[in-house]
């Protein structure tokens, strides 16, 4: 069973507009960790946020925030006032457990998004 | 320049030969994860050493695939017989292995074998 699905292959965006990249995952494990990465054409993958599975509070990083709604097991990164720059793949990942067990990720399919000027 | 490094980015190889790619993690991160991206796919994990101790091994590691970490510090991912198939971004990644953060990833080697 696929753990991490995101539904969105492809999404545009007006520049400066908001954007939300869904994200759903499925895991029996009450502790994980759930995370997104930006990867831009060159290919390097970079963090954006996190969000551990005991946060009461959703998790924000500048333009960034993860809607985290536990029981739907949804996490949704929103991007606020989308720049040029963010057109790229959105990776959405899981970590089960904690770190001393392993700590190796589990990622979605990607969603490639456009920023239009 | 203190974050992952990984070495060459680019390898073009006949089928058959035998590859080696190079990881040099954060100093201070005692995990070092290797992921395969495959076009159009999210990264899959392949392996990951707690020091020099591989500890995990994906079902995606066949016997072609050698990783080693001989010291703790950097790692290689080595290919034998290469084959079409292979022909992916190989990503490395390390962490510390205390607290629940985020793994920083290097910028990938990009296999293509002709």
């Known amino acids: 069973a696929q753990k991490i699905t995101q539904t969105q292959p492809g999404m545009f965006v007006q520049e400066k507009e908001a954007v939300t990249l869904d994200c759903t995952y499925d895991?029996?494990?009450?502790?994980?960790?759930l995370f997104w990465y930006k990867q831009p054409s060159s290919g390097e993958m970079i963090f954006l946020i996190y969000?551990?599975?005991?946060?009461?509070q959703n998790a924000t990083e500048g333009r960034y925030s993860l809607n985290f709604q536990k029981a739907r097991k949804s996490a949704n990164l929103v991007i606020s006032a989308s720049q040029l720059g963010d057109s790229a793949m959105y990776f959405c990942?899981?970590?089960?457990?904690?770190?001393?067990?392993?700590?190796?990720?589990?990622f979605g399919q990607g969603t490639e998004l456009s920023v239009k000027p | 320049d203190t974050g992952v490094s990984q070495d060459p980015r680019h390898k073009i190889t006949k089928r058959g030969q035998n590859v080696t790619f190079r990881c040099d993690p954060i100093?201070?991160?005692?995990?070092l994860y290797w992921y395969r991206q495959t076009l159009g796919q999210g990264p899959e994990f392949l392996t990951y050493?707690?020091?020099?101790?591989?500890?995990?091994k994906s079902r995606l590691l066949s016997d072609r695939f050698s990783a080693e970490r001989p010291k703790g510090s950097f790692s290689t991912l080595e290919i034998q017989r290469t084959e079409q198939g292979d022909s992916a971004m190989y990503l490395c990644?390390?962490?510390?292995?205390?607290?629940?953060?985020?793994?920083?990833f290097g910028q990938g080697t990009r296999l293509t074998v002709v």
């Open positions: 990644a390390s962490s510390p292995s205390r607290g629940d953060t985020e793994a920083f």
């Open positions: 895991t029996s494990d009450p502790s994980y960790g």
């Open positions: 969000q551990g599975s005991y946060d009461q």
């Open positions: 990942a899981m970590r089960e457990g904690f770190l001393n067990q392993g700590g190796k990720l589990i």
């Open positions: 100093s201070e991160h005692n995990r």
């Open positions: 050493f707690q020091n020099e101790a591989q500890l995990e």
